[in-house]
């Protein structure tokens, strides 16, 4: 008797391959989009970080839309991933759920994006706002669609294979984040304007150092785990020699999410280490590059005095870099002290909270958080922000107060998965997922996403939501 396949509507089997697409084959499939994606993501990051330290004219503003566009491209590639478990039924209750969080996310967001029309002018809701981010509806959207095609992936070699390139980028964000020591390599953060010393702040292809702590963080994680756990003799490299630079430049940042982050992760590393090592002969390498790393870093930062840059870095982002931001100014009316961040932060979530009291429901759009700011005139009103540096109350002043809790839900629901999941020990990709989603829910209380950084993060909160199979 011959080999039958499926088809749909009674259609030739060729075109009908995804259907009779193996396991292996999918997640196969899987990886090589996400791999693209988050390779084209850097590399264009990379290039609009470039035309940015060339910006000569107001003209040459649409460099910002780089990196969305790139991440819009990456969301397709997620969107493919996850129509075809789809149409394979190969999704699980448990991914089941979260897509329909996410669902609840993407339908409070389009209301946004559709009352912003009528409510904001002088910007497209969709790609956003040309003297900010370009971070409208499309970047949104493309965060929610790496989530559901990360999650819908179900072999761990797969999403290994995707965690070994993103440590690669983060090995050429080390490098990238080196050479911004030198004052003539792209980088707003060699100097800062409202400092007497030179910081030499990595910023790395993120924007910011805050931003790059976030990517820090994550990619340590992953690197960290990997280095400890992956068998394989060859790839496993990868991991390891991430380890040691972007330990050194995740301190050195010295912003708020730098620090925290540096120490919650040497506390789950060196935890998972002792838990390990009863059950299983692990390589303490990766944890002694992690430590020297840290320790490095210190050693250069005390050189010149302990300090967090957290408001000097969000007004050199906002500001002199993107002029999304007003000037900051001390003598202003309403002002605060810039270098102590027990101000800022306070600042910049009040500006969210008004708008929250305006706009309670459906938000005031996406990337129009500036508009309520401001007369309509480009960095006319100082103190001015575009973004509070609170995820959550950034999804509620943007999309309305559901849409945060939506979001809230989503980050909590990602934790919960990749917590019960490394419990039952089933893989050091669940352990590694776990502690990043939960560091990340944590920290978006005082950072912000942003299109060079948080598909990362969204792929590895997808990651927490998989159910691995190794059957093809």
Same mark, same amino acid.
């Given at each position: 008797?011959?080999?039958?396949?499926?088809?749909?509507?009674?259609?030739?089997?060729?075109?009908?391959?995804?259907?009779?697409?193996?396991?292996?084959?999918?997640?196969?499939?899987?990886? !090589?989009?996400?791999?693209?994606?988050?390779?084209?993501?850097? #590399?264009?990051?990379? !290039?609009?970080?470039?035309?940015?330290?060339?910006?000569?004219?107001?003209?040459?503003?649409?460099?910002?839309?780089?990196?969305?566009?790139?991440?819009?491209?990456?969301?397709?590639?997620?969107? #493919?991933?996850?129509? =075809?478990?789809? =149409?394979?039924?190969?999704?699980?209750?448990?991914?089941?759920?979260?897509?329909?969080?996410?669902?609840?996310?993407?339908?409070?967001?389009?209301?946004?994006?559709?009352?912003?029309?009528?409510?904001?002018?002088?910007?497209?809701?969709?790609?956003?706002?040309?003297?900010?981010?370009?971070?409208?509806?499309?970047?949104?959207?493309?965060?929610?669609?790496?989530?559901?095609?990360?999650?819908?992936?179900?072999?761990? +070699?797969?999403?290994?294979? #995707?965690?070994?390139?993103?440590?690669?980028?983060?090995?050429?964000?080390?490098?990238?984040?080196?050479?911004? *020591?030198?004052?003539?390599?792209?980088?707003?953060?060699?100097?800062?304007?409202?400092?007497?010393?030179?910081?030499?702040?990595?910023?790395?292809?993120?924007?910011?150092?805050? *931003?790059?702590? #976030?990517?820090?963080?994550?990619?340590?994680?992953?690197?960290?785990?990997?280095?400890?756990?992956?068998?394989?003799?060859?790839?496993?490299?990868?991991? +390891?020699?991430?380890?040691?630079?972007?330990?050194?430049?995740?301190?050195?940042?010295?912003?708020?999410?730098?620090?925290?982050?540096?120490?919650?992760?040497?506390? /789950?590393?060196?935890?998972?280490?002792?838990?390990?090592?009863?059950?299983?002969?692990?390589?303490?390498?990766?944890?002694?590059?992690?430590?020297?790393?840290?320790?490095?870093?210190?050693?250069?930062?005390?050189?010149?005095?302990?300090?967090? @840059?957290?408001?000097?870095?969000?007004?050199?982002?906002?500001?002199?870099?993107?002029?999304? *931001?007003?000037?900051?100014?001390?003598?202003?009316?309403?002002?605060?002290?810039?270098?102590?961040?027990?101000?800022?932060?306070?600042?910049?979530?009040? +500006?969210? /909270?008004?708008?929250?009291?305006?706009?309670?429901?459906?938000?005031?759009?996406?990337?129009?958080?500036? &508009?309520?700011?401001?007369?309509?005139?480009? %960095?006319? !009103?100082?103190?001015?922000?575009?973004?509070?540096? %609170?995820?959550?109350?950034?999804?509620? /002043?943007?999309?309305?107060?559901?849409?945060?809790?939506?979001?809230?839900?989503?980050?909590? @629901?990602?934790?919960?998965?990749? !917590?019960?999941?490394?419990?039952?020990?089933?893989?050091?990709?669940?352990?590694?997922?776990? $502690?990043?989603?939960?560091? *990340?829910?944590?920290?978006?209380?005082?950072?912000?996403?942003?299109?060079?950084?948080?598909?990362?993060?969204?792929?590895?909160?997808?990651?927490?939501?998989? $159910? &691995?199979?190794?059957?093809?």
């Amino acid at each position: 008797m011959s080999k039958t396949h499926k088809t749909i509507f009674g259609t030739t089997e060729k075109s009908n391959f995804i259907l009779n697409m193996t396991n292996d084959q999918f997640n196969k499939t899987a990886s !090589v989009m996400f791999t693209i994606g988050f390779s084209l993501i850097f #590399v264009l990051s990379a !290039v609009s970080e470039i035309i940015s330290n060339m910006m000569v004219s107001e003209t040459t503003y649409d460099w910002k839309i780089i990196p969305s566009i790139s991440l819009g491209i990456t969301g397709i590639l997620g969107a #493919v991933v996850f129509i =075809i478990a789809l =149409i394979k039924q190969t999704l699980t209750k448990k991914q089941i759920i979260g897509s329909l969080t996410a669902l609840a996310l993407t339908v409070f967001m389009y209301i946004s994006y559709v009352n912003s029309i009528s409510t904001v002018q002088d910007y497209s809701g969709f790609l956003g706002f040309r003297h900010g981010r370009y971070e409208g509806l499309l970047v949104h959207l493309s965060y929610i669609f790496i989530f559901l095609g990360s999650m819908s992936m179900n072999s761990e +070699k797969a999403v290994n294979t #995707v965690f070994k390139v993103f440590s690669a980028i983060m090995i050429l964000e080390s490098i990238w984040s080196a050479l911004q *020591f030198i004052p003539s390599f792209p980088g707003f953060y060699y100097k800062i304007p409202y400092l007497m010393v030179n910081p030499m702040l990595p910023s790395g292809t993120a924007g910011s150092p805050v *931003f790059l702590a #976030v990517m820090l963080s994550a990619g340590l994680i992953i690197s960290a785990f990997g280095a400890m756990h992956d068998k394989s003799s060859v790839f496993s490299v990868i991991y +390891k020699l991430a380890v040691l630079p972007v330990s050194f430049f995740l301190v050195k940042t010295q912003t708020l999410a730098g620090y925290i982050s540096s120490a919650v992760i040497l506390a /789950a590393v060196l935890t998972d280490y002792i838990r390990s090592k009863k059950s299983e002969k692990t390589d303490s390498t990766p944890l002694i590059l992690m430590i020297s790393g840290f320790a490095a870093a210190l050693v250069f930062i005390l050189i010149k005095g302990f300090a967090v @840059y957290d408001g000097e870095v969000i007004w050199q982002d906002g500001c002199t870099r993107l002029g999304a *931001f007003g000037q900051y100014s001390a003598s202003l009316e309403g002002s605060f002290d810039i270098h102590d961040i027990t101000e800022v932060y306070p600042f910049l979530w009040n +500006k969210a /909270a008004e708008i929250i009291k305006q706009f309670p429901v459906t938000g005031i759009g996406p990337d129009a958080f500036v &508009f309520s700011q401001r007369s309509g005139i480009f %960095n006319d !009103v100082p103190l001015s922000v575009d973004r509070p540096y %609170n995820e959550y109350l950034f999804y509620a /002043a943007s999309f309305g107060i559901p849409a945060a809790v939506s979001l809230a839900a989503l980050f909590f @629901y990602s934790s919960a998965n990749g !917590v019960m999941s490394a419990l039952r020990k089933k893989s050091w990709i669940f352990s590694a997922s776990m $502690t990043a989603a939960v560091l *990340f829910t944590l920290s978006a209380l005082f950072t912000s996403g942003t299109a060079t950084v948080s598909p990362f993060i969204w792929f590895i909160l997808g990651t927490c939501c998989c $159910t &691995f199979s190794e059957k093809s």
